[in-house]
């Protein structure tokens, strides 16, 4: 009796031990995650850490890590056991890619035999052909009782599905478990084809002087797969890397929504950067662009402006152009203080501004990129031209004194058609070592080359700018 039992044990060993070595094989899916963290850079790219519990065998195996983005970037992957890191090691790693598709499948038969399915359903006829495949490049070409045939009506039906070929791009790892129990696996990679923008509106008021600002994430997915109840964090900053930022994506400009004032994201410093850390579970789902709240202020302080650019080349030559007007700049500026409702270091991004008409409805009037913004930092945003405020440049006079010193006088003016009084800023850069000869208007030095005149024009009126100025080179 105890004969039979060893046996039967030992064919039971047998059985459980692969022929000739064979390294078990175990399939991870999404399924098995407890735990998704996705950090998006500006520039194109994803930090994925995706989290499983995975049940493998004891010894050598092979684990198929399926579900991650098509854009990883495998040599940036780590894998390690969260609850037993001594008894799991990643000898060997594999990315599989070869996806299947229709061409890829005719691929691996070229040179064997397949059938052909030629099915009328006008004629109620449906007729089997056996084909030998020649070749499949730019479309298929068979050898058909001895006849070739470039192309055949009909549905391509093959044996089986070739070896090499996966439905989903896949991690594939040799590994080596010393453990019985389950592991935690934490995998992270890096991936392409997922970047976040900043978007913002600001409502301006009636007079143009408070604005509601609200703020957004504009999030683009196109890594190749989704991330579910994922922790979404967002860094803030020009991250140097070695291969050329790719374009980025753009969106219709959102209406902004008015929603409760939760605390949606928390921001903190990181490194020489800034992150945004959403304080709740999301889900980006592949080929998706989403919107979440970044932040919101009423009744901002902001400051229109009306501004007149000099051009430096004016002030070392004949002015001879016939230019009857200038443009005015429009722009709104405001500080982002706490005192002024803000003081979130505010993302690079786009500002749309609207302002209601007469009639109430709100109205698109200018959008301005604007760079990574600190806290208690100017935006300066261009909004357009002026419609009603018109500048005309004239040179008075000219003189070229010694080859390398110029003199010359100017009349700017400014002509205000609106019905209200407007304040315009005329900015001259004054190229070199530059002496001002005469003014009539007050002017400051802004710096060591620029100066600004500013004069209030009182409605349908006109103001003249005039001054004189040496410029050495």
């Known amino acids: 009796m105890n004969l039979e039992i060893a046996f039967f044990c030992l064919a039971v060993l047998l059985i459980a031990i692969p022929a000739g070595g ?30 499983r519990k995975v049940e493998i065998a004891r010894g050598r195996g092979e684990l198929r890590f399926m579900d991650v983005a098509s854009g990883i970037m495998p040599y940036t992957v780590s894998v390690k056991s969260v609850n037993d890191p001594k008894n799991f090691t990643v000898l060997e790693q594999n990315y599989e890619y070869d996806l299947i598709n229709a061409a890829k499948l005719l691929d691996k038969y070229v040179g064997k035999k397949i059938k052909i399915i030629d099915w009328n359903k006008f004629q109620d006829r449906k007729e089997t052909i056996e084909a030998t495949l020649l070749s499949n490049n730019e479309g298929p070409i068979y050898k058909i009782n001895d006849e070739i045939y470039i192309g055949h009506p009909g549905v391509q039906v093959l044996p089986k599905l070739p070896e090499n070929l996966i439905a989903k791009p896949t991690l594939m790892w ?3 478990n010393g453990a019985a129990a389950a592991h935690n696996l934490e995998v992270s990679y890096l991936t392409k084809n997922i970047t976040w923008r900043a978007d913002y509106v600001m409502v301006v008021n009636e007079d143009d002087t408070k604005g509601d600002l609200s703020g957004w994430v504009t999030l683009d997915n196109k890594s190749g797969t989704a991330y579910k109840d994922t922790r979404l964090k967002l860094v803030a900053g020009e991250v140097h890397r070695v291969s050329e930022p790719p374009e980025r994506p753009m969106m219709p400009p959102m209406e902004a929504m008015r929603m409760a004032k939760v605390e949606q994201f928390q921001e903190k410093p990181f490194f020489e950067y800034h992150i945004y850390d959403l304080q709740r579970k999301t889900t980006l789902k592949d080929k998706q662009t989403k919107q979440v709240r970044l932040l919101e202020a009423d009744s901002a302080k902001i400051q229109k402006e009306l501004v007149v650019h000099g051009v ?56 301005d990129k604007i760079e990574h913004t600190p806290k208690d930092e100017e935006v300066k945003l261009k909004m357009g031209e002026s419609f009603d405020v018109t500048a005309q440049r004239i040179q008075t006079d000219y003189k070229q004194l010694t080859r390398t010193l110029h003199e010359s006088e100017w009349e700017i003016k400014i002509r205000n058609h ?8 005329i900015v001259e850069p004054l190229p070199g070592n530059w002496e001002m000869v005469s003014a009539n208007q007050p002017y400051k030095k802004v710096d060591a080359f620029t100066i600004r005149f500013e004069v209030k024009v009182p409605k349908d009126g006109e103001v003249v700018v005039k001054y004189r100025v040496k410029i050495g080179l």
């Open 312 to 367: 430096k080349t004016f002030f070392t030559r004949l002015y001879r152009e016939d230019v009857p007007k200038q443009p005015v700049g429009v722009f709104i500026k405001f500080k982002n203080a706490k005192e002024n409702g803000l003081g979130m270091p505010l993302p690079a991004g786009v500002m749309r501004l609207y302002k209601k008409d007469t009639d109430g409805s709100r109205q698109f009037i200018g959008e």
């Open 22 to 51: 064979t390294e078990t094989v175990k399939t991870s899916t999404a399924e098995e995650q407890t735990g998704v963290e996705v950090t998006v850079y500006n520039n194109n790219l994803g930090l994925v850490k995706d989290t």
């Open 174 to 176: 040799l590994y080596e």
């Open 418 to 425: 609106s019905d209200k009084e407007v304040t315009v800023a």
